[in-house]
């Protein structure tokens, strides 16, 4: 698959954005609470991912909560026209941090008004209800009532399209049901593989996937044929498992995310990185699905 893979492009939400954008949850502080350590340099983050061409930016109210949303008004509004922003609700943060499930209509509705407010808009681009039935990963559990009410929203006209986040095949198809889903954002990276299928189940039916944790989140991916790959191509592990997503399918949307101007600028090069038949075949065969390593 040739040519720079950050700058092809997939529907989201009907409108087409570049495969590689960038997620904005590193912008709060540690444990994506509180304030960054240095406001400066995120809002410095942001305006480089725009002037790189990034034109999906993937958030959240609950980080911070709040901060992550009013840097990015603070920094980037009035929006470049192209810009996709997609936010995420279903859950609410407590005054230790944790997450919380915040699934009432009520909350669901206050959520959709705090994105609005902190992120200056009078329309969400995009909204993911992320469920949390389970504490490691997707759950089984019934998403008709949260869903019918964030659809009751979008026909308020306060939300353009909706995402599911977190969820299982069975979920998918209930959702499909209820309101047309534009895109999925489940945990899958190089050695994370439990989607596999989903993943092509929703390529032929032209809904994006955007993976979270795309360089495996708080355990970074390890593995020695990753090393040795990344090593014969010139490239760092962590752009060979972004280049290996964008190669993976063609519905999937990248959201990297990085507080850092080095990172980011590394993270758009994977775009640019072309994987040759033998590194795939070697990178393929890490992992089969639910291993986690090498």
């Not at 659809?151 to 998918?172: D, K, M, W, Y």
Request: with cysteine; charged share 15%.
């Amino acid at each position: 698959m040739p040519g720079n893979l950050a700058a092809s492009t997939h529907s989201l939400g009907g409108r087409s954005v570049r495969r590689l954008g960038y997620g904005a949850m590193q912008l709060a502080g540690p444990g994506v609470f509180g304030p960054p350590r240095d406001p400066a340099a995120a809002r410095a983050v942001l305006r480089a991912a725009i002037e790189a061409g990034v034109d999906h930016i993937d958030t959240s109210d609950f980080y911070g909560p709040h901060i992550t949303n009013r840097l990015i008004a603070e920094t980037l509004a009035p929006y470049p026209d192209n810009l996709v922003i997609v936010t995420k609700i279903g859950a609410r943060r407590d005054a230790e941090g944790h997450w919380l499930p915040d699934f009432a209509p009520e909350a669901l509705t206050r959520a959709v008004q705090d994105n609005l407010r902190h992120l200056r808009l009078e329309i969400l681009d995009v909204v993911n209800l992320r469920l949390m039935f389970g504490v490691h990963g997707p759950a089984e559990g019934s998403l008709e009532a949260p869903l019918t009410a964030l659809a009751e929203l979008q026909r308020q006209g306060l939300v353009h399209h909706i995402g599911l986040s977190n969820v299982t095949p069975t979920q998918i198809a209930e959702g499909r049901r209820i309101c047309d889903i534009v895109c999925v954002q489940n945990q899958y990276n190089l050695v994370q593989r439990l989607d596999d299928v989903m993943v092509d189940e929703l390529a032929a039916d032209g809904i994006a996937y955007v993976p979270f944790f795309p360089l495996g989140g708080f355990t970074p991916l390890q593995s020695n044929i990753l090393f040795a790959v990344a090593a014969r191509l010139d490239a760092t592990p962590m752009q060979v498992a972004l280049a290996w997503l964008l190669h993976r399918a063609p519905n999937i949307l990248l959201i990297p995310g990085t507080s850092s101007l080095a990172h980011l600028h590394e993270n758009i090069a994977a775009g640019a990185l072309v994987l040759p038949d033998d590194a795939l075949r070697d990178l393929d065969g890490i992992a089969g699905p639910g291993a986690a390593t090498t």
